[in-house]
C-alpha cells in the first residue's frame, strides 16, 4: 500500500513590495521560489497566502492584517517590512517597536512558535538606478538601513527568531540590470532568487522533520 502524501505545511508571507513582487510574475516572488524550493527538497510547505502591497510602512502593514479576513494559524511564517519607513524618513527607534509589534503577532500566527517565523532583512535600494530620481544619497541610505536592519536582529534574537541578511547580496548585485525590474527600483525574479538561496538552508532548518 502507498503511503498517503504527508499534509502541506501552510504558509503566511508579510511585507510590501519585497514579498509581493512588485513588477515580476507571482512564481517569481521570493515566497513563492522559497515553498517550490522546499517542495523540491521534499518539505510540502504549501505556496504562501500573501499579505503584502507596494508601499506599505510597518503600520500599514498592520492594517493590512487586520482588514484581511481571519487569518487564523499557520505552520511557517515570514517577514520583511521596513524600507518604506525608511524612504518616509521614520526614525529607526520607532521602527524597532514597530517591527517588535509585528514579529509578535507573526509569531501568534505560528501557533506562539517562534522556531517557525523567518525575517529577511531590508535590502538596499540606494545601490538602484531609481536613487538618481530621488533627493536621498546612497550613503546615508546604507547607514539608515543599517540602523534598521540592526534593530530587527536585536528583536528576532530577544524573541528567537531566525533572522536571514540579505542586505550585502542586494548591495552587491543590486544595481545589475539583470537583477532589477522593470522600473529600476524594484528587484528581478533573479534577484530573488538570491535571497531564495539564503533563506533556503535556514528554511530547511525550521521545518524539516
Known sequence: MTAAPAPALSYLALGDSYTIGEGVAESGR???????????????????????????????????IDGAEPLGEWDFVTLLIGVNNQYRA????????????????????????????????????????????TTQQPEQIAVELDAYNAAAQVVCEARGVAFVDITPV??????????????????????????TALALPVARGLLAP
Open 30 to 64: 521570493w515566497p513563492v521560489q522559497l515553498a517550490a524550493a522546499l517542495r523540491a527538497e521534499g518539505i510540502p510547505l504549501a505556496d504562501p497566502r500573501i499579505i503584502a502591497t507596494t508601499g506599505w510602512t510597518t503600520d500599514e502593514l498592520a492594517w493590512g
Open 170 to 195: 542586494s548591495r552587491e548585485r543590486g544595481g545589475e540590470v539583470e537583477m532589477l525590474a522593470d522600473d529600476g527600483l524594484h528587484p528581478s525574479a533573479s534577484m530573488y532568487t538570491q535571497w
Open 90 to 133: 521614520r526614525s529607526a527607534v520607532d521602527y524597532r517597536g514597530e517591527f517588535d509589534t509585528l514579529l509578535q503577532r507573526a509569531i501568534g500566527f505560528a501557533r506562539g512558535r517562534a522556531d517557525r517565523v523567518l525575517v529577511l532583512s531590508i535590502p538596499d535600494w540606494g545601490v538602484t538606478p531609481f536613487v538618481k530620481t
